[in-house]
């Protein structure tokens, strides 16, 4: 056995202050934070497609498809999310899930994150992604039930 000084000791402590703090630089940040305050990452999807849509309260089409949305996530076959456009503290998205009646998930994206898509120009926009998170589909307006049952087609056509 070989004993150890105290300098030894501090140096051994130093290098694995330094390889902790290596391993938590290469952890990737959460890209949104829910209503809850809870971080969340696009990996929490991963394994089955992920449509992603922006929307904003004041924004009517945002607000007529959002029951369309719910019916495409209780399905089940592609998770859906649904990012406020307009900053907002969990709080807020809480009081905006109950005033408007929105089941799904409400996140707010965090500015840092790097997402595989960009900030929308326009509302409501929907992006699809696969299950390792690739962009496949961007859809700007208000989605009707053709485009949602197109959805659902291209969401079987990433599974197999």
């Not at 703090?21 to 991963?46: I, M, N």
Request: aromatic share 6%; with cysteine; glycine share 6%.
């Amino acid at each position: 056995m070989v004993r150890v000084s105290g300098s030894g000791k501090e140096l051994k402590r130093i290098c694995w202050a330094i390889v902790a703090g290596l391993l938590s630089a290469c952890t990737q940040a959460p890209e949104f934070t829910d209503a809850q305050s809870q971080p969340l990452s696009l990996s929490h999807f991963a394994g089955k497609p992920l449509l992603v849509n922006y929307f904003a309260p004041w924004c009517a089409p945002c607000l007529r498809e959002m029951p369309r949305l719910a019916a495409l996530a209780r399905e089940g076959e592609i998770a859906v999310v649904a990012i406020n456009y307009d900053p907002a503290t969990p709080a807020e998205l809480g009081q905006l899930a109950e005033r408007y009646d929105i089941p799904l998930p409400l996140l707010i994206a965090n500015e840092t994150a790097t997402l595989p898509f960009p900030r929308p120009t326009g509302l409501p926009t929907s992006y699809l992604l696969d299950g390792q998170g690739r962009l496949q589909h961007t859809l700007v307006g208000e989605l009707d039930q053709l485009q949602i049952d197109a959805l659902k087609a291209a969401a079987r056509t990433l599974a197999n």
